[in-house]
T-cell receptor, first 112, second 116 residues
Framework: NAGVTQTPKFQVLKTGQSMTLQCAQD?????MSWYRQDPGMGLRLIHY???????DQGEVPNGYNVSRSTTEDFPLRLLSAAPSQTSVYFC???????????FGPGTRLTVT | AQSVAQPEDQVNVAEGNPLTVKCTYS??????LFWYVQYPNRGLQFLLK??????LVKGSYGFEAEFNKSQTSFHLKKPSALVSDSALYFC??????????????FGAGTQVVVTP
C-alpha cells in the first residue's frame, strides 16, 4: 500500500492564481480530510468527506473548495490564492468510527 | 465545542530520563483522545489512542499515555527518552457524542528535544 499520497510536495503561487492540491489513498477509507499547519497553531481542519459525494466544511474553509467523486481521491482547490494561504497542507484518511487518521507527507505552499 | 491544550511549547530532556508531554482537553460529551508525532518535513504518525476501558494506554515506540477524566488530561509518557524521540508531538480529541464524523481537534503541538 502506498497509503496517503499528496502532490505536489512544494508549490509557489502568485496572489490570485488558482491551483489544485491532489490527495489519494489506497486503503479504501471512507473518511478523508484536509488540514493546514501553521506555526504555533497545530493543525486546523479545512474540509472533510465521509464518503464519495459527501463533503463538509471544517474550521477554516474560506478560500478552498473540495469534491469527492471517488473513494480514493480528495482534491483541494484554491480558487484565488492569497498570502494568508501560505502554509503546509496535509491530507488524511481513516476508516469511519473511532479510528486513527493516516496522514500524507504534506504540500508546502507559498503564496507571494 | 471541543478543545485541546498543550501547555508547553517545548520540552527538553536528557537521553535516558523520563519524558512527559502534557495535554488537557475539553469536550461536552465523552472524548476519544489521540497522540501523533511529526518528524521534520514529514506527515503526522499515529502513536496511540484512548477510546474506552483501561486508563493507561500503550502505543508505538515505547510511549504510553494516561487518561484522567477528573483532570481532563491525557499526558504522554516514555520511561527512558531517546535522541530519536526528538520531534513535534500533537494531542488531538474528538467528542464522540456530538460529532459522528470523526473530526479531530488538534493541540498546538509540543516540541520535544532530547539531548545526548
Amino acid at each position: 500500500n502506498a497509503g496517503v499520497t499528496q502532490t505536489p510536495k512544494f508549490q509557489v503561487l502568485k496572489t490570485g492564481q488558482s491551483m489544485t492540491l491532489q490527495c489519494a489513498q489506497d486503503m479504501n477509507h471512507e473518511y478523508m480530510s484536509w488540514y493546514r499547519q501553521d506555526p504555533g497553531m497545530g493543525l486546523r481542519l479545512i474540509h472533510y468527506s465521509v464518503g464519495a459525494g459527501i463533503t463538509d466544511q471544517g474550521e477554516v474553509p474560506n478560500g478552498y473548495n473540495v469534491s469527492r467523486s471517488t473513494t480514493e481521491d480528495f482534491p483541494l482547490r484554491l480558487l484565488s490564492a492569497a498570502p494568508s494561504q501560505t502554509s503546509v497542507y496535509f491530507c488524511a484518511s481513516s476508516r469511519q468510527g473511532h479510528n486513527e487518521q493516516y496522514f500524507g507527507p504534506g504540500t508546502r505552499l507559498t503564496v507571494t | 465545542a471541543q478543545s485541546v491544550a498543550q501547555p508547553e511549547d517545548q520540552v527538553n530532556v536528557a537521553e535516558g530520563n523520563p519524558l512527559t508531554v502534557k495535554c488537557t482537553y475539553s469536550v461536552s460529551g465523552n472524548p476519544y483522545l489521540f497522540w501523533y508525532v511529526q518528524y521534520p518535513n514529514r506527515g503526522l504518525q499515529f502513536l496511540l489512542k484512548y477510546i474506552t476501558g483501561d486508563n493507561l494506554v500503550k502505543g508505538s515506540y515505547g510511549f504510553e499515555a494516561e487518561f484522567n477524566k477528573s483532570q481532563t488530561s491525557f499526558h504522554l509518557k516514555k520511561p527512558s527518552a531517546l535522541v530519536s524521540d526528538s520531534a513535534l508531538y500533537f494531542c488531538a480529541v474528538r467528542d464522540w457524542e456530538t460529532d459522528s464524523w470523526g473530526k479531530l481537534q488538534f493541540g498546538a503541538g509540543t516540541q520535544v528535544v532530547v539531548t545526548p
